[in-house]
């Protein structure tokens, strides 16, 4: 699990979501990523700081969404992804649910790799 302080606050993950005017898209260091199975909303920030939702349309079960989210937060350290300033808010798509520990460890290198490009 990640530290509270590395956590994204609700405050924070609306922020990301904020439409942005023309003016500020030019100025803006936010970035939309996706996989088959992830979808990423980051911008840059002075520390790591990290969010993940994962719908009922992928798990029903509460206990099996919230381990997809603690290996999903343990795969992000495992990556890389907190040596990054970015703040960020990862989604969950349905089919995660029959990838092997490898294959999402496999896409969220494949992000960390664009993420480091744009920097």
Same mark, same amino acid.
Request: aromatic share 8%.
């Given at each position: 699990?990640? @530290?509270?302080?590395?956590?994204?606050?609700?405050?924070?993950? !609306?922020?990301? &979501?904020?439409?942005?005017?023309?003016?500020?898209?030019? #100025?803006?260091?936010?970035?939309?990523?996706?996989?088959?199975?992830? &979808?990423? *909303?980051?911008?840059?920030?002075?520390?790591?700081? #990290?969010?993940?939702?994962? @719908?009922?349309?992928?798990?029903?079960?509460? *206990? !099996? %969404?919230?381990?997809?989210? /603690?290996?999903?937060? !343990? #795969?992000?350290?495992? *990556?890389?992804?907190?040596?990054?300033? +970015?703040?960020? &808010? *990862?989604?969950?798509?349905?089919?995660?649910?029959?990838?092997?520990? /490898?294959?999402?460890?496999?896409?969220?290198?494949?992000? +960390?790799?664009?993420?480091? %490009?744009?920097?």
């Amino acid at each position: 699990m990640i @530290p509270k302080s590395h956590r994204l606050t609700r405050k924070e993950v !609306d922020s990301l &979501f904020v439409p942005q005017s023309p003016s500020q898209r030019s #100025a803006s260091t936010r970035q939309i990523l996706h996989t088959t199975s992830f &979808f990423i *909303v980051a911008e840059q920030s002075k520390i790591f700081k #990290a969010g993940i939702a994962v @719908p009922k349309k992928v798990f029903k079960r509460a *206990v !099996d %969404r919230n381990a997809l989210r /603690r290996s999903v937060f !343990d #795969a992000l350290r495992e *990556v890389g992804f907190l040596s990054l300033p +970015y703040a960020m &808010f *990862v989604s969950v798509k349905k089919g995660v649910s029959t990838l092997t520990r /490898r294959d999402v460890l496999n896409e969220l290198t494949e992000l +960390y790799t664009k993420l480091n %490009r744009s920097e």
